[in-house]
């Protein structure tokens, strides 16, 4: 309450009674507090009484323009535009919130008269032609905003004059040999352009990029420039070996512009799948490094070496990690950072040993949360291999709940379905990331389906589909499902069934979908099956048998949450069957 007291009494001051600080950063940041809670009106009241004290003040002003347009005053803008514009005829933004306001209400002559008092108010701005073309070019009106370009080069005589306003003209008109033109001689005027000159071209159709290509680096005062974009430009038509290549023939001289064009480069490349794309990002990081301040040289180079990794080049980034992690001369921060990524690398590799040798080796270098993490990580390793007691040992001293999550894989694994069962619950719903956590559900749900307390051969049949053994794994839940009854079987049926698809073992998972669907028809596992059923067949060609299938789907299981997807792909299947 008493915030709204105060501002309803700045509100009814006169403006010459206004204290100095009234008009200052504070009355701004009011004002922005009152447009971040929608109250338009009120900050358009406190933007006037600004401009009542200070008629040139330039953040009130543009502050009133937004207020404005979303309360529909356009002429209260443009009022106070031309008070500041009486006040000071060579306040740019009071002559460009003027022209903005008369082209928002519709007055394009009158916006036209304006621009031409503002050019000469101005007469060696480029400002006046550049608004013009701006807001051409976002009414859509190229050729618009293209007169206002040659204007301004010719009364500026100035042949380069406003590049970025014809740049975006031309790709507006599908010229991309003028656009890359234009763009080149922007970035090597202003390096800032260089990322928006990347994006204004990475449309140019595939017919046009080879023209594109050999117009931004042609030799000249510009090439380096031009360089830069093309580099980004390839980066993005999906050819990372070519535009590091290109980088690398255009990186500048000052160390801090280098290194800021090897991190963009790198982070950009990081971001987009394919080894080759790794290993540009990898070695845009590695040259980065040599060129960073000590502490930003570590995250370079643990950043290069996970590229080198994803790029396939494993000795490469052990090579990277395993110097600093032996490097004497360092902290212990870096060479335990080091170590920490070199473990997750070998990991990763399918190495836990090795992994596992590092961290012991790294002594009390590394401790407490860190050391557990890393022991989680290893013992996960473990488990990808098989190994289930190194697995178990790996996480022995350890209490919290991702090893409680391991500790119930191993007992399920084993075997002991009822300890595995009891320790997954454990763990919650929540816990992990979005493929793990529904892994863990859907394995508790099995584990309940069977309400065995042990199973050897359940465990060893998930085992298997840990190791990514899929095929065997189905081959052996069937097994399993043969010596189980009532509504277990067709659950675990239903695994094998999903395991001998994820193995491409199609006509194993058909048969298994059908068994369920025609054997057990009543059992949870039908509906699932019978729409798998039917994908698989229309897959093969069988529309009216998938079609079918569907439609006993929705008949038989009206309240299954499968019944919508079954609606769609019944839709989907009828409009393939030939009229």
Same mark, same amino acid.
């Given at each position: 309450?008493?915030?709204?007291?105060?501002?309803?009494?700045?509100?009814?001051?006169?403006?010459?009674?206004?204290?100095?600080?009234?008009?200052?950063?504070?009355?701004?940041?009011?004002?922005?507090?009152?447009? *971040?809670?929608?109250?338009?009106?009120?900050?358009?009241?406190?933007?006037?009484?600004?401009?009542?004290?200070?008629?040139?003040?330039?953040?009130?002003?543009? &502050?009133?323009?937004?207020?404005? =347009?979303?309360? &529909?005053?356009?002429?209260?803008?443009?009022?106070?535009?031309?008070? %500041?514009?009486?006040?000071?005829?060579?306040?740019?933004?009071?002559w460009s919130v003027e022209v903005r306001a008369l082209r928002a209400m519709g007055q394009d002559s009158l916006a036209a008269a304006a621009l031409q008092r503002?050019?000469?108010?101005?007469? +060696? @701005?480029?400002?006046?032609?550049?608004?013009?073309?701006?807001?051409?070019?976002?009414?859509? #009106?190229?050729?618009?905003? &293209?007169?206002?370009?040659?204007?301004?080069?010719?009364?500026?005589?100035?042949?380069? %004059?406003?590049?970025?306003? !014809? $740049?975006?003209?031309?790709?507006?008109?599908?010229?991309?040999?003028?656009? $890359? $033109?234009?763009?080149?001689?922007? /970035?090597?005027?202003?390096?800032?352009?260089?990322?928006?000159?990347?994006?204004?071209?990475?449309?140019?159709?595939?017919?046009?990029?080879? @023209?594109?290509?050999?117009?931004?680096?042609?030799?000249?005062?510009?090439?380096?420039?031009?360089?830069?974009? =093309?580099?980004?430009?390839?980066?993005?038509?999906?050819?990372?070996?070519?535009?590091?290549? !290109?980088?690398?023939?255009?990186?500048?001289?000052?160390?801090?512009?280098?290194?800021?064009?090897?991190?963009?480069?790198?982070?950009? =490349?990081?971001?987009?799948?394919?080894? +080759?794309?790794?290993?540009? %990002?990898? *070695?845009?990081?590695? !040259?980065?490094?040599?060129?960073?301040?000590?502490?930003?040289?570590?995250?370079?180079?643990?950043?290069?070496?996970?590229?080198?990794?994803?790029?396939?080049?494993?000795?490469?980034?052990?090579?990277?990690?395993r110097v600093m992690a032996r490097d004497t001369a360092s902290g212990v921060e870096v060479r335990t950072a080091a170590a920490a990524a070199t473990i997750e690398?070998?990991?990763?590799?399918?190495?836990?040993?090795?992994?596992?040798?590092?961290?012991?080796?790294?002594?009390?270098?590394?401790?407490?949360?860190?050391?557990?993490?890393?022991?989680?990580?290893?013992?996960? +390793?473990?488990?990808? #291999?098989?190994?289930?007691?190194?697995?178990?040992?790996?996480?022995?001293?350890?209490?919290?709940?991702?090893?409680?999550?391991?500790?119930?894989?191993?007992?399920?694994?084993?075997?002991?379905?009822?300890?595995?069962?009891?320790?997954?619950?454990?763990?919650? $719903?929540?816990?992990?990331?979005?493929?793990?956590?529904?892994?863990?559900?859907?394995? /508790?749900?099995?584990?309940?389906?069977?309400?065995?307390?042990?199973? %050897?051969?359940?465990?060893?049949?998930?085992?298997? =589909?840990?190791?990514?053994?899929?095929?065997?794994?189905?081959?052996?839940?069937?097994?399993?499902?043969?010596?189980?009854? +009532?509504?277990?079987?067709? /659950?675990?049926?239903?695994?094998?069934?999903?395991?001998?698809?994820?193995?491409?073992?199609?006509?194993?998972?058909?048969?298994?979908? #059908?068994?369920?669907a025609e054997r057990y028809p009543t059992s949870s596992a039908a509906p699932a099956a019978e729409l798998a059923l039917a994908r698989s067949l229309a897959g093969?060609?069988?529309?009216?048998?998938?079609?079918?299938?569907?439609?006993?789907?929705?008949?038989?299981?009206? *309240?299954?949450?499968?019944?919508?997807?079954?609606?769609?792909?019944?839709?989907?299947?009828?409009?393939?069957?030939?009229?």
């Amino acid at each position: 309450m008493r915030r709204i007291a105060e501002l309803a009494l700045l509100l009814a001051l006169p403006p010459a009674l206004l204290p100095p600080r009234a008009v200052g950063q504070d009355v701004v940041q009011r004002a922005l507090e009152l447009e *971040e809670r929608g109250l338009w009106s009120d900050a358009a009241a406190l933007y006037s009484s600004m401009l009542q004290a200070e008629p040139v003040n330039v953040l009130a002003l543009l &502050g009133l323009e937004r207020a404005d =347009a979303q309360i &529909g005053r356009r002429d209260s803008t443009l009022a106070y535009a031309r008070r %500041a514009i009486a006040a000071d005829s060579t306040n740019a933004t009071a002559w460009s919130v003027e022209v903005r306001a008369l082209r928002a209400m519709g007055q394009d002559s009158l916006a036209a008269a304006a621009l031409q008092r503002w050019v000469a108010a101005l007469p +060696g @701005s480029p400002a006046p032609y550049r608004d013009w073309a701006r807001l051409s070019l976002q009414s859509g #009106r190229p050729h618009d905003a &293209g007169d206002a370009v040659v204007l301004a080069r010719q009364r500026l005589h100035d042949p380069t %004059a406003l590049a970025p306003e !014809m $740049a975006q003209v031309s790709a507006a008109e599908s010229d991309w040999a003028q656009a $890359a $033109a234009e763009w080149r001689d922007a /970035v090597a005027a202003q390096p800032a352009y260089a990322e928006a000159a990347a994006y204004s071209l990475r449309p140019a159709p595939a017919s046009a990029r080879e @023209s594109v290509q050999r117009i931004l680096i042609a030799p000249g005062p510009a090439s380096p420039s031009g360089r830069r974009i =093309a580099a980004d430009l390839l980066l993005g038509w999906d050819e990372p070996g070519q535009a590091w290549a !290109m980088l690398q023939g255009a990186l500048p001289s000052p160390e801090a512009e280098r290194l800021e064009l090897l991190r963009s480069f790198g982070d950009r =490349a990081h971001a987009l799948d394919g080894p +080759g794309a790794q290993r540009a %990002a990898a *070695e845009a990081y590695e !040259m980065a490094a040599g060129l960073a301040s000590p502490d930003d040289a570590l995250q370079f180079r643990i950043e290069s070496a996970r590229a080198y990794a994803a790029a396939g080049d494993r000795d490469a980034a052990l090579r990277l990690l395993r110097v600093m992690a032996r490097d004497t001369a360092s902290g212990v921060e870096v060479r335990t950072a080091a170590a920490a990524a070199t473990i997750e690398l070998l990991v990763g590799e399918g190495n836990p040993g090795e992994a596992e040798r590092l961290l012991d080796s790294s002594g009390d270098a590394m401790a407490g949360a860190d050391r557990a993490s890393l022991g989680r990580l290893i013992a996960r +390793g473990w488990l990808r #291999r098989g190994d289930l007691d190194r697995a178990a040992a790996a996480i022995a001293p350890d209490s919290s709940l991702g090893a409680d999550e391991i500790r119930g894989w191993v007992a399920v694994y084993r075997g002991n379905l009822s300890e595995g069962g009891r320790l997954l619950r454990g763990v919650g $719903a929540g816990f992990g990331d979005r493929e793990t956590a529904p892994q863990r559900a859907a394995t /508790v749900a099995l584990l309940a389906a069977v309400s065995r307390d042990t199973l %050897a051969a359940l465990g060893a049949a998930l085992l298997m =589909a840990g190791r990514g053994d899929s095929v065997h794994a189905s081959r052996a839940l069937v097994a399993v499902a043969r010596g189980l009854a +009532g509504e277990a079987v067709p /659950v675990v049926l239903s695994w094998a069934a999903r395991f001998a698809a994820s193995g491409r073992d199609a006509a194993a998972a058909e048969g298994l979908w #059908r068994e369920i669907a025609e054997r057990y028809p009543t059992s949870s596992a039908a509906p699932a099956a019978e729409l798998a059923l039917a994908r698989s067949l229309a897959g093969r060609g069988d529309l009216k048998g998938a079609a079918a299938r569907l439609e006993a789907l929705i008949l038989a299981h009206p *309240e299954s949450a499968l019944v919508p997807e079954a609606r769609r792909e019944l839709d989907r299947v009828r409009g393939l069957v030939p009229g």
